[in-house]
């Protein structure tokens, strides 16, 4: 196993399945040593199995790669640091954080449970917080010791996040929000030597089979193979990348564009504190402004 990674070690989270899963497979066919974390449970969270994160192993083992599992739940802070101390125990350094596990909960808002908010919230919000944590604290320490740092973290956001989809308001303000953590943290951590991305994908998992995915014809599903999202994750976790920071990909399966960020629009002088007074100018910059994106990351009509 050699190639643009050689020698880098990686930790996966949620890899025991769909996109981690790819991510971990192809990462050691380009030369790392992966830590391959899944709790296994089931797609809303429930449950747990240590099956699926020593399947991915078995599968990097068999190829001539190297790779050890973890079971932890990263949304808890000490689960996510024994999983940054196990990378660093087991291959003797970290390289690459990948923050990909998560759940759904999809509910309309006037139905949404406060367990389905918090859930959603927890595993995917704090689920990217607590490992980057862990591991900014690894390599800033590095980094002050006078060991030269090359880190990545690489976040998953969504389409669901960054353009907004109907019946998930929990999943998608959590996935804005790691976004918005990407950018932040690339800020703070590129004196560190560490650049952090994030990609909004979109592949035929067990997560999108039953949200129509599933019933694409046979060309579009192999252009929907969780396979292709995880050529830009390794290129982003290998040396070559580290002009690149604060950046979130769009990966629709073999479309991959830059994702384009908030930015201040028409703006005007407000003529006093009297809100009535407001009314003509702000139709007038919302139909100037540009629309915001459908699901496709195109304006809406
Ligand atoms: N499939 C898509 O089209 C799509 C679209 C947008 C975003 N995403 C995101 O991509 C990521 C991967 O999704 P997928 O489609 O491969 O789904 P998946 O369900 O196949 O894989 C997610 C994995 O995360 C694991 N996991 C969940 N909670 C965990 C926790 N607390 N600790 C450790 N592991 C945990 C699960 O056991 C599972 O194996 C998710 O963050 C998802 O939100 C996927």
Redesign the pocket.
Known sequence: MSGICDGRVAIV????????REHSLMLAEQGAKVVV?????S?D?TGDDAG?AQQVVDEITAMGGEAVANT????SWD?AERLINQAVEHFGRLDVLIN?????RDRMLTNMTEAEWDAVIQ??LK?TFAPSRHAAAYWREQSKAGNEVDGRIIN?????GIYGNVGQTN?GAA?AGIASFTIIAAKELGRYGVTVNAI?????????ENLG?GQLPEEQKERMS?RYIAPIVVWLASADSKDVTGRVFDVSGRALSVSEGWHRGPTIELPSDDPAALADDVKRIVSEARPNANMSGYDEE
């Open positions: 989270t949620g890899a025991g399945r769909g996109i981690g974390n899944d709790l296994g449970g797609m969270g699926p932890d739940d990263i949304s689960g990909n596990a998560g759940i759904l595993v995917h689920g998953t956001s969504s389409p669901s999943y996935k909004a994908p979109a592949a035929l998992t067990r997560m999108t995915m969780p």
